[in-house]
């Protein structure tokens, strides 16, 4: 290798910095992006993650073009291993969609690291009405997928959230786990007012599965709103009928 070549040689910072705003770019054109997509991925560094990330915030025609620019970026990050954890923590921390930076954390870190950055970011929405609720979905509906004593106390307030899908979700994340006792109280309280047939279902199921009775004070009120192939028994736990 000569002089010249020793010092035009490419530097992990000066390929990110060359390759970075082509890959963040839904203008650059489909081959240059994916030459790009190569280019940074090769490095498998933080760095690197950073830079892949925002390819996963547009979507570019044709569908399969997009495709593979996302398995792309995507086995590239997998392939960097815990040293995308952060980067991509940093991404969830601002993304609109959370699809794939979650995809992303449930392969490159352990399950109680997800499940402690999840409630982390749940820790920071609120119950309120908002425009665009998919990320509290996006993060409810997952951890409806795991069991962790830590997720009761988070997802509690959330079974009444303004939005019903959450609300939805709220309820299956709290029957995933091995003592969902504490919710009851609250549970009880959503039976009375639940306009969500699905939602009201749901919930009757973790009472049935507990085997937890309702009140003197709200069985009558339940009774009257149960949806259909519920029922009351005489100790006020409810079941399904058949």
């Known amino acids: 290798m000569g002089l010249f070549d020793f010092f035009s040689k490419a530097t992990p910072e000066s390929v990110i910095q060359k390759h970075a705003p082509r890959i963040a770019s839904k203008r ?6 994916w030459d790009s997509i190569q280019a940074v991925g090769k490095l498998r560094s933080a760095a690197a993650v950073e830079a892949l990330l925002p390819r996963f915030t547009f979507y570019v025609d044709p569908s399969i073009t997009d495709g593979e620019e996302k398995d792309e970026a995507f086995r590239y990050v997998l392939e960097t291993g815990e040293q995308a954890i952060e980067p991509v923590l940093k991404f969830m921390a601002k993304a609109e969609s959370l699809a794939w930076p979650l995809k992303i954390l ?15 970011l749940l820790g920071k929405m609120g119950t309120d009405y908002e425009r665009d609720p998919s990320r509290k979905l996006a993060i409810l509906s997952t951890l409806e997928e795991r069991a962790d004593p830590r997720i009761v106390a988070a997802v509690l307030p959330f079974v009444a959230d303004a939005n019903d899908e959450a609300r939805f979700f709220a309820v ?11 919710a009851q109280p609250a549970l009880e309280k959503l039976l009375l007012t639940e306009e969500s047939v699905r939602t009201k279902a749901r919930t009757l199921e973790l009472f049935a599965a507990q ?32």
Do not use: C
Request: net charge positive.
């Open 106 to 120: 449930e392969r490159v870190a352990s399950a109680e690291r997800v499940v402690e950055e999840l409630l982390a």
């Open 211 to 242: 085997g937890w009775a309702l009140g003197e004070a709200t069985r009558s009120a339940v009774q009257r709103t149960l949806p259909a192939g519920f029922a009351l028994g005489p100790d006020g736990v409810p079941k399904r009928r058949g």
């Open 28 to 33: 650059t054109q489909n081959p240059d992006r």
């Open 172 to 182: 299956g994340a709290l029957a995933r786990q091995a003592d969902p006792s504490p």
